[in-house]
């Protein structure tokens, strides 16, 4: 059953009597469906639609698309806990994990993630909707969210939404306005984030505990892209790659037999343990480490990335990402395997090369997700509009610079003694590796007097963890219980 309100009048003239592509910047569409999760039926609203970005001076800059579900079956109404969620890129939509982690729909895709013909969706019944309910936010230029010209037909600025601490305050304030509109204020609240969205959410935290006076109950970091360590390379990041070599490794069978007669867990606390004690120091040594000591690391490394070891010489320890992704088949089948998930194998034009032509796993995913978003939208959330549905969205030169989310985070939870943090990653993820996120958990709060608010969940998948059935299912899961440990329970805590 689906019913419009709100604005149509204004929805229809400018998609149907313009010819001018226009966004509705203030409308919603909204619908009603069910879904069967964990073997009940959840009854649910959803709304889709625009809402304004305003300016400190109150002018509207912009105007974000999401879509909003709501439970209609659960007593508890708006107290029940409220996620907002973010993708990352930046420049991307919240497509992945909106049809295919947390939301009531998911892909048509088989058990280990890989596209199926003909393209659809399907139920989610591992969807956290029961528990929680959920805003998809599709920032400025992804989705259909763009910015708004003036009466004059100037656009806003880029630096007011293209940047780290740009994209961040006008986040929070739209959030805000939100949780104003919906009257969502006694709910619990949580944000979560994937890859570059780990970074907005950490941010997010304290912007909205001291500028929105919003409070979270947690933060959850799915694959998450940390800038201080992803991309700056030198001893430290390089180190932290070595596990995930190991497990991608393990996965095509490139191991030793001592290793790859173990279990994938049994093994990846020896690689971790290497990474830190002996090749990180071995590579903040540079050109001045000896020759013996040289080679015994590039023998360690071999064992633990399925590497040649002369191979890791010619490189001199420092053994890039994408060469890793190019090297590990290249004299064993000629192939390449992915940089998000490593799991999913390409075919270069030739072997030679440092680096693979093109990314199998992304080039996979969007067979999937391209088509299933933008017939979800229109045909069961009844949204109808010629607007591009931007998966990855032009986001000009996205200023990096003060980033301070890490900081950010541990200012929040030392205010804030009922925030806690869950982190969850694939083991087959080589753009941001499992390992750099469990040091960037580390890193977070030096002092460890907040560890005990930490937890970090890995999975036998890579970037996008969901896609895959069983992690799916474990995945979500660990949400529940995320959420249900981090519900207030008429306890105080101490500051």
């Not at 019913?3 to 009603?32: E, G, R, Y």
């Amino acid at each position: 059953m689906k019913f419009n309100f709100a604005c149509l009048l204004s929805f229809c003239f400018s998609f149907c009597f313009s010819q001018d592509l226009k966004i509705p910047v203030d409308t919603t569409i909204v619908s009603t469906s069910s879904v069967t999760i964990k073997g009940k039926q959840v009854n649910y609203q959803a709304e889709t639609g625009f809402q304004p970005v305003w300016d400190d001076n109150g002018k509207m800059i912009a105007s974000l698309y999401y879509t909003y579900y709501k439970r209609t079956n659960d007593s508890k109404a708006n107290n029940r806990p409220i996620i907002y969620s973010f993708n990352g890129g930046p420049g991307s939509a919240s497509v992945w994990m909106h049809i295919a982690y947390t939301g009531p729909k998911i892909l048509k895709i088989d058990d280990e993630g890989y596209p199926v013909q003909p393209y659809g969706i399907k139920d989610n019944p591992n969807s956290i909707l029961d528990v929680a309910d959920i805003v998809f936010i599709n920032p400025v230029n992804t989705g259909y969210s763009r910015k708004v010209a003036d009466k004059d037909g100037k656009l806003p600025d880029d630096t007011l939404f293209f940047g780290i601490n740009a994209d961040i305050k006008y986040l929070a304030s739209w959030m805000n306005t939100f949780t104003t509109r919906h009257n969502r204020w006694e709910s619990p609240k949580y944000i979560i984030g994937e890859s570059y969205g780990g970074t907005r959410v950490m941010g997010l935290s304290l912007e909205l505990q001291n500028n929105q006076w919003m409070y979270l109950n947690g933060v959850i970091l799915v694959s998450p892209a940390d800038y201080k360590v992803l991309r700056v390379g030198g001893p430290l990041a390089s180190s932290l790659n070595l596990p995930y070599y190991t497990a991608a490794a393990w996965y095509h069978n490139m191991l030793p037999p001592a290793l790859q007669n173990k279990d994938l867990l049994d093994i990846l606390p020896e690689a971790e343990d290497f990474a830190i004690t002996a090749l990180m120091p071995a590579l903040a040594k540079g050109g001045f480490i000896s020759d013996a000591e040289k080679n015994v690391i590039a023998k360690q490394m071999s064992y633990y990335s399925g590497l040649n070891e002369n191979v890791i010489l010619q490189q001199n320890l420092d053994v890039p990402n994408r060469f890793f992704w190019k090297e590990l088949l290249r004299n064993k089948t000629g192939e390449t395997i992915g940089r998000l998930d490593s799991r999913y194998i390409g075919i270069d034009k030739v072997d030679t090369g440092v680096s693979p032509d093109y990314s199998a796993e992304l080039s996979s995913w969007l067979h999937s997700f391209t088509p299933a978003i933008n017939y979800y939208i229109q045909n069961e959330l009844g949204f109808k509009t010629d607007v591009k549905y931007n998966v990855f969205g032009n986001v000009g030169n996205w200023d990096r610079t003060n980033d301070n989310t890490r900081e950010n985070l541990r200012q929040a939870m030392a205010q804030n003694p009922y925030l806690k943090v869950l982190t969850q990653s694939g083991y087959y993820d080589g753009a941001t590796t499992y390992f750099s996120a469990k040091y960037s958990q580390w890193q977070i709060d030096p002092s460890g007097k907040m560890k005990d608010r930490f937890s970090f969940k890995g999975y036998r998948s890579g970037h996008m963890m969901y896609l895959r059935n069983e992690d799916l299912i474990t995945s979500n899961e660990d949400l529940r219980e995320f959420i249900a440990h981090s519900l207030p329970e008429g306890k105080s805590a101490k500051y």
